[in-house]
């Protein structure tokens, strides 16, 4: 029996990220310890994957009776950051997840101070 692939999805204004390595030496050259690269306040990651956005709600059905079930699209905002790019985010704001033997990290869009996309 063959099971299926397995697929992560990311939900909501968030974003799954690929850590990089922090720097473990400075300029000079001194190696830092761990706890050291463990105490900064950001870090740097590239996105694979980032969920649909912040839902936002259908205005137009106010005036409907709210109990009946429609099928409309469900409606959300845009993403700043895509699939690609390198973003620099608050550390402290991050999850760590393991997906099939792989580190990510899902941080929430609003943690993410910049973003860095090539052209």
Do not use: C, N
């Amino acid at each position: 029996m063959e099971f299926p692939k397995k697929q992560l999805l990311v939900v909501g204004d968030r974003v799954l990220i690929s850590p990089e390595d922090g720097e473990d030496r400075t300029r000079v050259g001194l190696y830092l310890p761990a706890t050291a690269l463990d105490a900064q306040q950001v870090q740097t990651g590239l996105i694979v994957a980032t969920g649909p956005g912040t839902p936002v709600a259908d205005l137009s059905t106010l005036d409907e009776e709210p109990w009946k079930i429609d099928a409309r699209e469900s409606r959300s905002r845009d993403m700043q950051a895509k699939v690609g790019d390198h973003a620099i985010f608050f550390r402290k704001a991050s999850v760590e997840i393991t997906f099939e033997e792989k580190k990510f990290l899902v941080v929430p869009l609003a943690a993410i101070l910049v973003l860095i996309r090539d052209e």
